[in-house]
């Protein structure tokens, strides 16, 4: 049963990487992505949001890689990390530089 939607840019090349990515480690068959716009509104570039689908909550970010992390098996290792506050802050920058050298075109 799907339990975690991933919403990212259609034109993004490096969210559908990261989508791809997420795909192969989810044995359990858990995630599902979508290059349509979330409720919350359309993604950026470089960015991604997650959707709880059990609760319907949207999480970005660090928030977004957490839940993420506790559904995919293959990432429970990684899982302290994302409660680390130093690790969080990094992952919150190499989210806005992906974003920023991405071409401008269609940037949400």
Not at 8 to 29: F, Q, T, V
Not at 65 to 88: D, E, H, S, V
């Amino acid at each position: 049963m799907k339990t975690v939607r991933i919403y990212r840019h259609p034109g993004c090349p490096r969210c559908a990487r990261y989508a791809r990515w997420h795909h192969r480690l989810d044995w359990l068959d858990r995630c599902e992505d979508s290059t349509e716009p979330p409720a919350t509104g359309p993604v950026r570039k470089g960015r991604i949001v997650i959707q709880n689908l059990r609760s319907g909550a949207y999480y970005r970010d660090a928030d977004g890689f957490a839940f993420l992390f506790r559904q995919i098996p293959a990432y429970w290792p990684l899982l302290p990390l994302a409660w680390w506050p130093a690790a969080r802050q990094r992952l919150r920058q190499e989210l806005d530089q992906a974003s920023r050298a991405l071409p401008a075109g269609d940037i949400r």
